[in-house]
Structures are given as structure tokens and as C-alpha cells.
């Protein structure tokens, strides 16, 4: 249940980072006008640092789940070396 969730929410956050606000950047952003050094302006709607920071987050929950599950082991299948399998009981 957990791995969902966190599948969901740092699926959800890297997709609005990504996709959705650069969708909206692409439609509702100004063009890119060259400043007189030649380098490109760049007028977001999004600011890039709410963008960056956003898929970031996306990443550290994903980061998290991952170093939770590596420190936590293997989950348990439920016949262990003390149970006994259905059937053979005395």
C-alpha cells in the first residue's frame, strides 16, 4: 500500500513538474527573445525554481521509498524456516 502511494505522489509531482507545467509554459509563456549578447531570455509562467523544485521532491520521495525498503529487507513471503507448510501438520 505504502509503495502505491508513494509511486502516486512522486509519480504525480515529476509528471506536474515535467509535463504539465512545461504544457503550460509552451502555451501560455512569452516567446524567447535573444538579449544583445545573443543569449535567450527566457519568460516562464512557472518559475523555474518552483518547477525544479517540484520534480525534485517527486525524486526524494522516490529516493526515500527506495532507501526504506533497501534498509528494511526483503518482504516476508510468509512460510518461514518455522512454519510449517499447509498440509504437513500433525
Known amino acids: 500500500m505504502a509503495d502505491k502511494i508513494a509511486m502516486y505522489v512522486g ?7 515535467v ?3 512545461g504544457l503550460l509554459d509552451m502555451l ?4 524567447h527573445p535573444v ?6 531570455e ?3 509562467v512557472v518559475p523555474i525554481d518552483i518547477r525544479a523544485g517540484i520534480i525534485l521532491l517527486g525524486l526524494v ?11 528494511a529487507g526483503p518482504a516476508p ?4 524456516a518455522g512454519q510449517a507448510p499447509s498440509g504437513m501438520d500433525d
Open 11 to 17: 509519480g504525480g509531482l515529476v509528471v506536474l513538474g
Open 77 to 80: 513471503t510468509g512460510t518461514s
Open 42 to 44: 527566457h519568460a516562464a
Open 35 to 40: 538579449n544583445s549578447e545573443g543569449a535567450i
Open 61 to 71: 520521495v522516490w529516493g526515500s521509498v527506495a532507501v526504506y525498503k533497501f534498509a
Open 28 to 31: 501560455l509563456g512569452a516567446g
Open 19 to 21: 509535463v504539465v507545467i
